[in-house]
T-cell receptor, first 109, second 117 residues
């Protein structure tokens, strides 16, 4: 079967660094997306990894290990506006995104 | 970046009526669009994949006669919730993928919140 595992909720302090982990099992693999979703809004694209390694994009970085079925999203210099849900979505052999339940990130001042 | 517009953002209707939601790709052609629904505090659930000029592919458990999807052009897909009932109240979101490649970034519409009284 297909399965995505992310922590349900995380709390971090403004200005700090947080890492959101995601492990996945899919039928085939064609990359992995991370999306940010604020409450009541549609998701917005953060990153897409298809090869192993770290992709850095400003304050956000995403890492992928295909052999381990593992990815993480790293958020640096946290801001209050980063409070949102972060969705890990690997792409299966049919090129369908498999959505995890997301990790709700709470930023405290 | 690419823009996907979804309309209406909010809709309230009476039980038994039908509601149409539009999803438009404003600055690119989308041969494939996806429709999702999301209940509070839950993840996105893919309802169907909409392909321009052909019938939509529905996910298991999604009633195709209740959720009518039309993808008449490369920039427009519509979802019609027929004979809506209170349990259909949800957040409906569309997404579109530029080009014809199998992988690549998905661009989401703003979502449509449906409340059925």
């Amino acid at each position: 079967g297909q399965n995505i595992d992310q922590p349900t909720e995380m709390t971090a302090t403004e200005g700090a660094i947080v890492q959101i982990n995601c492990t996945y099992q899919t039928s085939g693999f064609n990359g992995l997306f991370w999306y940010q979703q604020h409450a009541g809004e549609a998701p917005t694209f953060l990153s897409y990894n298809v090869l192993d390694g770290l992709e850095e994009k400003g304050r956000f970085s995403s890492f992928l290990s295909r052999s381990k079925g593992y990815s993480y999203l790293l958020l640096k210099e946290l801001q209050m506006k980063d409070s949102a849900s972060y969705l890990c979505a690997p792409v299966d052999s049919n090129y369908q995104l498999i959505w995890g339940a997301g990790t709700k990130l709470i930023i405290k001042p | 970046g690419a823009v996907v517009s979804q309309h209406p953002s909010w809709v309230i209707c009476k039980s038994g009526t039908s509601v149409k939601i539009e999803c438009r790709s404003l600055d690119f052609q989308a041969t494939t669009m996806f429709w999702y629904r999301q209940f509070p505090k839950q993840s996105l659930m893919l309802m169907a994949t909409s392909n321009e000029g052909s019938k939509a592919t529905y996910e298991q458990g999604v009633e195709k006669d209740k959720f009518l999807i039309n993808h008449a052009s490369l920039t427009l897909s519509t979802l019609t919730v027929t004979s809506a009932h209170p349990e259909d109240s949800s957040f409906y979101i569309c997404s579109a993928k530029p080009g014809t490649g199998d992988t690549g970034e998905l661009f989401f519409g703003e979502g449509s919140r449906l409340t059925v009284l």
